[in-house]
Structure formats: C-alpha cells, structure tokens
C-alpha cells in the first residue's frame, strides 16, 4: 500500500502529521530528548525492528530532525534543533497521557525543571502578552501561506461563529 502523504496540504498541523504521525517517529524522537544516541539502544528501549528503526531515522534525517554523526568507530544519532522544538509536544503528550490515559500506578515519569527540581505546569496556551488561552478564547486569522481554499473555509467558520452567537449559544 503507498503512504498517504499531506506535504502538499495548505495546513501546518496536516503537514506536521506527514513527519509526525506516525507512532515510532514520535517514540524514536521521545527517546532522543531522554539521552538516547545509539541505533541499538533505540532498538532495546523501543523493542523496534532493526528495519523499521533504520526507515524512521532515514526518514527524521530527511526532514532534519534528526541528525547522524560518526563517533570513533560507531554512529551515533541527535536531534537538530528542528528535532528539539519537539520537546514541547512530547511533553504535552505526556501530560496529557497522564491525565486522560494513565496508569492505574500513576505516571511512570514526572517532568521536572532540572536546575530547580520543579515539576512542569501543565504546558497551556498564551497569546505574546502571557494571557493563557483556553479553547473558546482561540480564533484563527489567515497567514501568508493562506490559499483560496483555506481563506474560503476560514470565512465559513467565521460565519458559522458569527450565527451562533447571534442566537445567543
């Protein structure tokens, strides 16, 4: 079956799924922000085949996630600094994991601050003022990469926002 790609998608979050979507990448880049560096540590941590791991790390270098460096006789893999603007969504993940999914035991891990010992707030939304936002504050504008498409169904949104609040819901 050939894989569906969204590369050409007018939508970041559609065009994020392409590199992200798939289960392995996300785990492969959780264990790069844990410290992991080598192809066969990420296959015992991960208990991942030595095929598929090898496809993922391709691919994550492909996109400049992830970065290949010869250390003495052997490889070893980083993120780029791409790959370690992820740590926000890894941590949400988790987060969210632990509140809607968790173990009857608890967290297996709690994120703390590592020069405080302070444990992470919930990561939350915040316009550039530092006001938290919650899902009814959000809206949407159109950006540069907006096209026709995208600007026609950000109008119907607005129209259907604009409905309901005449009726008073």
């Known amino acids: 079956m050939e894989r569906v790609t969204f590369e050409d998608c007018n939508c970041s979050v559609a065009r994020s799924v392409d590199v992200l979507g798939d289960w392995w990448n996300l785990l492969i880049i959780r264990e790069l922000l844990w410290g992991t560096t080598k192809f066969d540590e990420f296959q015992r941590n991960l208990e991942i085949s030595k095929g598929i791991l090898s496809k993922r790390l391709k691919l994550l270098q492909e996109y400049e996630i992830v970065a290949k460096h010869s250390v003495g006789a052997g490889t070893e893999y980083a993120l780029t600094e791409k790959g370690r603007a992820l740590h926000v969504i890894i ?15 608890g967290a297996p891990l709690i994120p703390i601050n590592r020069k405080t010992g302070a ?22 504008l159109p950006g540069p990469g907006a096209d026709d498409s995208t600007l026609e169904r950000l109008d119907r949104l607005r129209k259907a926002y604009e409905q309901k609040a005449a009726v008073g819901h």
């Open 91 to 105: 941590i949400a993940m988790m987060q969210w994991g632990d509140q809607w999914n968790p173990l009857p035991e």
């Open 119 to 140: 444990t992470l707030a919930p990561v939350q939304l915040a316009d550039v003022n530092g006001e938290p936002l919650a899902l009814e504050d959000l809206s949407l």
